[in-house]
């Protein structure tokens, strides 16, 4: 029976994928951890926290002064948005992975692929922007 060889490539998007996904995991505890012990102040206090549940996600957004799409980032140093760090490195790890490949195929004349992994980041990185609109952005 013939050895099958694992390309490069696959190797190096599956390792960056693993490796990403346990350090935004580990990110996600961290800044838990954070919040719950209090070291950093919410944006939303708690006592207003429990009234929005009760509401809906306009409601939490519009009474809670939390910003649209892409805004949370400017509420990072708060407790209860410090948390979308090790989110956002989760949601985007497969770009992330995608991105060596894109010289790996490069280098080894693979037109084809080259072009699809460039396709996939850039589709991807556009769809993230919130540009379209979709979504809750």
Known sequence: MAEIKTPQ?????????????????AL???????????????????????HLWSGNAATYLHEGNVPHGWGWTSLLGTGDFINFIGIALLAGMTILAYIPLVPAFL???????????????????????GIVGGGAH
């Open 107 to 129: 280098k080894k004349g693979e037109t084809v692929m080259t072009f699809i992994a460039l396709a996939e980041v850039l589709v991807l990185i556009f769809a993230a922007s």
């Open 28 to 50: 996600m505890l961290l800044t838990f951890v954070l919040y719950v012990a209090g070291i950093l102040d919410p944006h939303v206090p708690l006592e207003k926290l429990l």
């Open 9 to 25: 490539e696959q190797i190096t998007y599956a390792n960056m994928l693993y490796y990403g996904n346990i350090a935004g995991l």
